[in-house]
Antibody, heavy 116, light 110 residues
Framework: EVHLVESGGGLVQPGGSLRLSCAAS????????MSWVRQAPGKGLEWVAN????????YYVETVKGRFTISRDNAKNSLYLQMNSLRAEDTAVYYC?????????WGQGTLVTVSS | EIVLTQSPGTLSLSPGERATLSCRAS???????LAWYQQKPGQAPRLLIY???SRATGVPDRFSGSGSGTDFTLTVSRLEPEDFAVYYC???????????FGQGTKVEIK
């Protein structure tokens, strides 16, 4: 069974940084693309970034390019999202999801609040 | 850039009724790359349908997907109490492999 657990969220001031982590278990992590998706309070789903199995390809939504960096450590079965220059509009629950195509496994999410 | 438009925004129905949700793409997409998700309050999304019409593991057969080109439909044949939720369609591209979600349809109890 796919099990994904996000951590690292919290309250941060505008312009600050946070690093989110996603611990994976129940499947062979290194065989799958992985993705980050966010959901602002009361809003819909927004794809943020994804990364190929070996980390050689990474893609981002335009609004986070140059500020966010997705990475992974296959030895630790972990996915990361480094978020810099955070803005109020980055406030959301951040989910990690298995897959670069259909997202067939999701974590419960971690809340990031950007506010002074 | 593909834009997905879902309708209606809210669907008010009673348990036992049929729900029909629409997802329209701004340009033709391959049905291979169209999925539907269910999200309940306080929970993560759950994959229901992929490749437009294939049910994900464990999804009841009252859920079905159809469509091609620019028009896709999610149908719930008879609503159970646990089906009242928000539903999102999603397109996953190949080059680049980015994701696009529709804005969601809320199915609420009438």
């Amino acid at each position: 069974e796919v099990h994904l657990v996000e951590s690292g969220g919290g309250l941060v001031q505008p312009g600050g940084s946070l690093r989110l982590s996603c611990a994976a278990s129940g499947f062979t992590f290194s065989n799958y693309w992985m993705s980050w998706v966010r959901q602002a309070p009361g809003k819909g789903l927004e794809w943020v970034a994804n990364i190929k199995q070996d980390g050689s390809e990474k893609y981002y939504v335009e609004t986070v390019k140059g500020r966010f960096t997705i990475s992974r450590d296959n030895a630790k079965n972990s996915l990361y999202l480094q978020m810099n220059s955070l803005r109020a509009e980055d406030t959301a629950v951040y989910y990690c999801a298995r897959g670069g195509g259909k997202g067939d496994g999701w974590g419960q999410g971690t809340l990031v609040t950007v506010s002074s | 850039e593909i834009v997905l438009t879902q309708s209606p925004g809210t669907l008010s129905l009673s348990p036992g009724e049929r729900a029909t949700l629409s997802c329209r793409a701004s340009q033709s997409v391959s049905s291979t790359y169209l999925a539907w998700y269910q999200q309940k309050p306080g929970q993560a999304p759950r994959l229901l349908i992929y490749s437009a019409s294939s049910r994900a593991t464990g999804v009841p057969d009252r859920f079905s997907g159809s469509g091609s080109g620019t028009d896709f439909t999610l149908t719930v044949s008879r609503l159970e109490p646990e089906d009242f939720a928000v539903y999102y369609c999603q397109h996953y591209g190949l080059s680049p492999p980015t994701w696009t979600f529709g804005q969601g349809t809320k199915v609420e109890i009438k």
